[in-house]
């Protein structure tokens, strides 16, 4: 019972918390980030959102290979942007990824850099778990079943039984023997 209450409230959180980031990703400038590492807008997405990563890493002429193979993107390329000493990329998530942090990395094409930066895929509400309800058919029947005839049988039936458990452990008791 507290594992489903931790994970409804977990799955609760993420969704809280990763509504206003998508909001705010519209709106968000995505501006380069600092040089030596990769910056990743927006940082918190949905499967099967689109992702922007600018670096400054690079130098000119700014080129440079972009792996999200550990998300199942693959690799894209990343080239100069409005300032020639930006390098910037676009990948959409596949729709099939699993919730998580992933390592988005990119490669300059000339020299051996190497920067990286965090992606968090989030499920949205739509992604959310569901908790199942109704009854399961085991083949056993449940407490409060379809069919009122069968439950009232099994209730008397455990009635005569726990009676009749009483009756012999009574009669044993007092020495009447069996």
């Known amino acids: 019972m507290r594992r489903t209450a931790r994970l409804?409230?977990?799955?609760a959180l993420t969704v809280a918390a990763t509504a206003p980031v998508h909001a705010m990703a519209a709106t968000e400038p995505t501006a380069p980030g600092p040089a030596g590492r990769l910056d990743v807008r927006p940082a918190t997405v949905t499967p099967g959102g689109q992702v922007t990563v600018h670096t400054a890493a690079c130098g000119s002429p700014g080129t440079a290979t972009g792996d999200a193979g550990a998300?199942?993107?693959?690799?894209?390329?990343?080239?100069?942007?409005?300032?020639d000493s930006q390098a910037t990329g676009?990948?959409?998530v596949p729709p099939s990824a699993q919730p998580g942090t992933y390592e988005i990395v990119a490669r300059c094409a000339e020299g051996?850099?190497?920067?990286?930066?965090?992606?968090?895929?989030?499920?949205?509400?739509?992604?959310?778990?569901?908790?199942?309800?109704?009854?399961?058919?085991?083949g056993v029947g449940g407490g409060l079943?379809?069919?009122?005839?069968?439950?009232?049988a099994g209730v008397a039936a455990l009635a005569v039984a726990a009676a009749g458990g009483t009756w012999l452990l009574h009669r044993r008791a007092r020495g009447d023997g069996i």
Request: aromatic share 4%.
């Open 145 to 152: 079943g379809p069919d009122p005839v069968q439950t009232t």
């Open 112 to 138: 051996d850099r190497q920067v990286a930066g965090e992606l968090v895929v989030a499920l949205s509400a739509a992604h959310a778990q569901v908790r199942p309800r109704g009854s399961v058919k085991t």
């Open 71 to 83: 998300l199942g993107a693959g690799t894209f390329p990343l080239a100069p942007g409005a300032e």
């Open 90 to 92: 676009r990948f959409r």
């Open 8 to 11: 409804l409230a977990g799955t």
